[in-house]
């Protein structure tokens, strides 16, 4: 059974940073393609970033140059570095793999406000 747990959300301000990690059981994420989604109340689930099997990635224009996707296949791990938050940032932020599967975590809130 493959299992994706999101964690490192909270509440910072803005300019600040935060990093998200997902860690994976029942599956090696070093053979999916992971990415970051997130989605703000009312509106739907819009991919941030992700990272193929090969390490090609992939990132929103919205946040290039402020997010970082990395891997640690040894710790079978895929996280998101965002830096100079903005309020607008804020949402609830889900993992996914895919290729092969499908796979979702629970998500985690990331709020950026003063």
């Known amino acids: 059974q493959v299992r994706l747990v999101e964690s490192g959300g909270g509440l910072v301000q803005p300019g600040g940073s935060l990093r998200l990690s997902c860690a994976a059981s029942g599956t090696i994420l070093a053979i999916h393609t992971t990415g970051w989604y997130r989605q703000a109340p009312g509106k739907q689930r819009d991919l941030v970033a992700r990272i193929n099997g090969g390490g090609t990635i992939y990132y929103a224009d919205s946040v290039k140059g402020r997010f970082t996707i990395s891997r640690d296949n040894a710790k079978n791990m895929v996280y998101l570095q965002m830096n100079s938050l903005k309020p607008e940032d804020t949402a609830v932020y889900y993992c996914?793999?895919?290729?092969?599967?499908?796979?979702w975590g629970q998500g985690t809130q990331v709020t950026v406000s003063s």
């Open positions: 996914r793999s895919t290729f092969p599967g499908d796979y």
